[in-house]
């Protein structure tokens, strides 16, 4: 999530499943910025992959979701947030959305991000 538009929205982030490798972590190697993932906001899928906490529950939030999705919302981890999340519509937060984002923000009641 980025700032300006992502951050009245939040939609993606209580829309999909949020998995990534665990040298992403905090303690690994792969950590982009910042320290990594904390651990207790994840756990594990197979012996390489990790899910954000919430992600995959129905219906889905991720763990480090703060405040509510559609008015204002932030990333808790956001310096440390994993690789999918740094990479979803890129262009997001320049009013410019994909069709991940829209469909995440339907989900929400939202309009496409073009329309907001
Ligand atoms: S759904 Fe789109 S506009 Fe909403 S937070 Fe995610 S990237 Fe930003
Ligand atoms: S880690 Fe942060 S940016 Fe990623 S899904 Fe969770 S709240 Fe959203």
Do not use: K, W
């Not at 939040?10 to 490798?21: E, P």
């Not at 390489?48 to 763990?63: F, K, N």
């Not at 310096?79 to 990479?87: E, F, N, V």
């Amino acid at each position: 999530m980025r700032e300006d538009h992502c951050t009245r929205c939040g939609a993606c982030c209580a829309a999909f499943r949020v998995d990534f490798h665990c040298s992403e972590l905090a303690g690994g190697n792969g950590a982009l910025s910042g320290d990594g993932v904390p651990v207790a906001l994840t756990y594990p899928v197979t012996g390489s992959l990790v899910r954000m906490r919430g992600t995959d529950e129905a219906p889905p939030r991720c763990i480090a979701l703060a405040g509510e999705v559609g008015q204002s919302v932030r990333c808790t981890i956001y310096a440390d947030r994993p690789s999918p999340c740094r990479d979803f519509a890129p262009y997001a937060a320049l009013g410019i959305g994909e069709d991940a984002c829209d469909r995440a923000r339907a989900r929400h009641g939202l309009p496409p991000l073009a329309a907001a």
